[in-house]
T-cell receptor, first 115, second 116 residues
């Protein structure tokens, strides 16, 4: 177990709806990254939050947004859901200590199905 | 174009046999390379991490190698077990700059199936 938790574990939504996914980072970690992983593919970087500010974003539209809270937990919000948003959403926490060898610890993921 | 390419896409091996997975990358400037194991429907779990100066790293029956000159890495699984059935993902990080903070380039993974 990595100490990173995500909720919910599974979710079913319909097109056009909005969804909020949650992540609790490992104790002492100040950075959270979100990834989308389609079936049979590697994770795709959505964005990263460092000390409550967005710090880097992948090639995802603005309807993917997020938050990081003072306790470093985080939310991923997706508006106007599309069928292609169906995927496993992974949260990873790490400690930004100024070095280059930080290790990301992944949560178990939230499986989102859009119908 | 993906900056991290893995091969093969999938493989099936008999329990007890060895196998080697490949990872080629173009990420630059290189910082470190990780191998993760991801069980179906679960988050990836780190197996090894190597920096520029390291060319081999072991974790039990898993041994990773790195050739930073040719930008290639391999993951060798010795005496495979049924529990080794998973996707193995290569992740390469660039040196941290204002443009690359926390950006990890993921390969698509190699799906390994170990059969009795």
């Amino acid at each position: 177990e990595t100490g990173v938790t995500q909720s919910p574990t599974h979710l079913i939504k319909t097109r056009g709806q909005q969804v909020t996914l949650r992540c609790s980072s490992q104790s002492g970690h100040n950075t959270v990254s979100w990834y989308q992983q389609a079936l049979g593919q590697g994770p795709q970087f959505i964005f990263q939050y460092y000390r409550e500010e967005e710090n880097g974003r992948g090639n995802f539209p603005p309807r993917f947004s997020g938050l990081q809270f003072p306790n470093y937990s985080s939310e991923l919000n997706v508006n106007a859901l599309e069928l292609d948003d169906s995927a496993l959403y992974l949260c990873a926490s790490s400690l930004r200590a100024g070095g280059t060898g930080e290790t990301q610890y992944f949560g178990p993921g939230t499986r989102l199905l859009v119908l | 174009k993906n900056q991290v390419e893995q091969s093969p896409q999938s493989l099936i091996i008999l329990e007890g046999k060895n196998c080697t997975l490949q990872c080629n990358y173009t990420v630059s400037p290189f910082s470190n390379l990780r191998w993760y194991k991801q069980d179906t429907g679960r988050g990836p779990v780190s197996l090894t991490i190597m920096t520029f100066s390291e060319n081999t790293k072991s974790n039990g029956r898993y041994t990773a190698t790195l050739d930073a000159d040719t930008k290639q890495s391999s993951l060798h699984i010795t005496a495979s077990q049924l529990s080794d059935s998973a996707s193995y993902i290569c992740v390469v990080s660039a040196v941290m700059t204002t443009d690359s903070w926390g950006k990890f380039q993921f390969g698509a993974g190699t799906q390994v199936v170990v059969t009795p």
